[in-house]
């Protein structure tokens, strides 16, 4: 018996610096969050997770109303905090902390701490609604760390290929991954 996990990255959101928690969606998010409703609308998707930042809730409100569902934000599906990276561009701060997964910036998490979070949270929803459909609402680093988890093809590289939103359907049986495919298309 399978579970479907639908994970969703988040729609563009302004970054304004302090506000990691509140930010909300831009409006060309908000029309990317409409996008997702009617990319997954015929789908049956028995509950609706997410991290607890406003940008992921946001981008899959429009599809859990629809659906009826409430939203149960779980604070482990908290977007990784890359921490003081001065001196160091963004995207090389990030293929470090993919290069080494013990390594972290100073106040910032390593991706090995950031994943065994969102493993616990997963494995534990896998568990308890087995057989059933789950979506969440992500980040580009934590989904890119729970897929790492079970295939290491996703790393640094998968992370900069990812759009916001982005989604993709992981199929599992209990616990292992059996497929991943990318069901976001940037033309729908």
Not at 25 to 51: C, P, T, W
Not at 55 to 75: F, H, M, N, S, V
Not at 146 to 164: A, C, H, I, K, V
């Amino acid at each position: 018996m399978n579970t479907i996990v639908y994970l969703i990255r988040h729609a563009e959101s302004p970054y304004i610096a302090g506000m990691e928690l509140e930010r909300g969606l831009s409006l060309k998010g908000q029309q990317d969050a409409e996008r997702v409703r009617l990319m997954l609308h015929n789908k049956k998707i028995d509950h609706f997770y997410s991290s607890p930042y406003a940008r992921a809730i946001l981008t899959i409100k429009p599809l859990a109303e629809e659906c009826g569902q409430d939203i149960l934000p779980l604070d482990d599906l908290r977007e990784r905090i890359i921490g003081d990276i001065a001196g160091t561009g963004f995207y090389e701060a990030k293929r470090l902390v993919y290069q080494d997964f013990t390594f972290s910036f100073p106040e910032g998490e390593s991706s090995e701490t950031a994943q065994k979070r969102g493993i616990r949270i997963v494995e534990g929803l896998l568990k308890r609604h087995a057989g059933q459909c789950i979506a969440i609402g992500t980040h580009g680093d934590i989904m890119t760390l729970l897929l790492n988890r079970y295939d290491r093809q996703y790393g640094f590289e998968f992370w900069q290929s990812t759009s916001m939103p982005d989604i993709y359907k992981a199929e599992f049986n209990g616990l292992l991954l059996k497929r991943v495919t990318r069901e976001w298309s940037e033309h729908s």
